[in-house]
């Protein structure tokens, strides 16, 4: 099976998990799937928040009702793929540069579901260059500032977030303390959000295999 494959049978697996309510939508090709999927349920539930502009469209394009995070309290569910996990479930994400809104709606819901196909899953965070979103201004000093921690910051140039930002992706870091890296990454001025999800790690992980939907939970 293809890689896209696995991804739409973790995001049809993702459906088990939705009880109603307001569901929290991340951002990413698997996610993608599961808006497809979460259609064909969608009376069901009371609509989504999203995790991204790009999410709030296809949502819209899928009849689901797009809701403002603000207005619903805390939400039963997250659904939401990622670039790498292990086996702590704690992730790195921010492939698409959403990272900010996805570790919002991420904290700001009861259980966070993880959907992934089985080659993002390692043994230790880091192979995948590490997304954090930064204060245009602070941009130089924060890359001399991950410099130190033993990284290489590259520029994504020629995107900016859904906040008006910009992403430095840091290659050649080992992340044996993902928590440890992650608060410290947060404390660096000019640093708006780290792409460690690990301080709130997903509470299930499901993969798609060759061999059908694999849960870590
Ligand atoms: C976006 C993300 C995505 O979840 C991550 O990049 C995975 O994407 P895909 O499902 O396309 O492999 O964090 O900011």
Same mark, same amino acid.
Request: charged residues 20%.
């Given at each position: 099976?293809?890689?896209?494959?696995?991804?739409?049978?973790?995001?049809?697996?993702?459906?088990?998990?939705?009880?109603?309510?307001?569901?929290? !939508?991340?951002?990413?090709?698997?996610?993608?799937?599961?808006?497809?999927?979460?259609?064909?349920?969608?009376?069901?539930?009371?609509?989504?928040?999203?995790?991204?502009?790009?999410?709030?469209?296809?949502?819209?394009?899928?009849?689901?009702?797009?809701?403002?995070?603000?207005?619903?309290?805390?939400?039963?569910?997250?659904?939401?793929?990622?670039?790498?996990?292990?086996?702590?479930?704690?992730?790195?994400?921010?492939?698409?540069?959403?990272?900010?809104?996805?570790?919002?709606?991420?904290?700001?819901?009861?259980?966070?579901?993880?959907?992934?196909?089985?080659?993002?899953? !390692?043994?230790?965070?880091?192979?995948?260059?590490?997304?954090?979103?930064?204060?245009?201004?602070?941009?130089?000093?924060?890359?001399?500032?991950?410099?130190?921690?033993?990284?290489?910051?590259?520029?994504?140039?020629?995107?900016?977030?859904?906040?008006?930002?910009?992403? @430095?992706?840091?290659?050649?870091?080992?992340?044996?303390?993902?928590?440890?890296?992650?608060?410290?990454?947060?404390?660096?001025?000019?640093?708006?959000?780290?792409?460690?999800?690990?301080?709130?790690?997903?509470?299930? @992980?499901?993969?798609?295999?060759?061999?059908?939907?694999?849960?870590?939970?």
């Amino acid at each position: 099976m293809y890689q896209d494959e696995l991804k739409k049978q973790a995001a049809e697996a993702a459906l088990d998990y939705v009880e109603g309510g307001v569901i929290g !939508v991340g951002t990413g090709s698997t996610v993608n799937h599961f808006i497809a999927a979460l259609a064909r349920i969608c009376h069901r539930i009371e609509g989504a928040v999203s995790s991204s502009e790009a999410s709030t469209e296809r949502l819209k394009q899928h009849g689901i009702p797009v809701l403002d995070l603000n207005a619903v309290g805390e939400l039963g569910l997250y659904v939401d793929g990622a670039d790498e996990a292990n086996h702590q479930l704690e992730l790195i994400k921010g492939g698409g540069g959403a990272l900010t809104r996805e570790k919002i709606v991420a904290a700001a819901s009861r259980r966070f579901v993880c959907i992934a196909d089985e080659s993002k899953l !390692v043994e230790v965070l880091g192979r995948f260059p590490l997304p954090v979103e930064v204060i245009p201004m602070a941009r130089s000093f924060v890359a001399r500032e991950l410099v130190r921690l033993g990284g290489t910051p590259v520029w994504r140039e020629g995107f900016v977030t859904d906040n008006g930002n910009v992403i @430095l992706d840091v290659q050649g870091l080992s992340i044996h303390d993902p928590k440890a890296l992650e608060q410290q990454i947060n404390n660096i001025p000019g640093v708006v959000t780290v792409g460690i999800f690990a301080l709130r790690p997903a509470d299930v @992980l499901i993969l798609g295999t060759q061999n059908g939907p694999q849960t870590i939970a």
